[in-house]
């Protein structure tokens, strides 16, 4: 993704999958903007054996221009 132009070449969003249980990333990703779209149940077994579920979060395209200006409003705010 092209964060200066908000572009992600020739794609209509951008998904950001990560396990269900970390709520830090979880809301991290959703300060960013993304909308959780749910969770996938038993989506992976890790190298432990341990089968994850994994939350779905995403940006649209017609999402894009607002996300770019919260994010932007977010640093200009942190100077």
């Known amino acids: 993704m092209d964060l200066a132009?908000?572009?992600?070449a020739g794609?209509?969003?951008?998904t950001a999958i990560n396990t269900a249980r970390n709520s830090r990333s979880r809301a991290a990703i959703s300060g960013l903007g993304a909308t959780l779209e749910g969770a996938l149940r038993h989506h992976m077994v890790m190298r432990d054996g341990w089968i994850?579920?994994?939350a779905v979060h995403s940006i649209t395209r017609?999402?894009?221009?607002?996300?770019?200006?919260?994010?932007?409003e977010r640093l200009a705010r942190r100077g």
Do not use: A
Not at 5 to 8: D, K, Q, S, V, Y
Not at 11 to 14: E, K, V
Not at 62 to 72: A, C, F, I, M, N
């Open 62 to 72: 017609p999402e894009r221009p607002d996300v770019k200006r919260q994010l932007t």
């Open 52 to 54: 994850r579920d994994s």
């Open 11 to 14: 794609s209509t969003r951008l």
């Open 5 to 8: 132009t908000g572009r992600i």
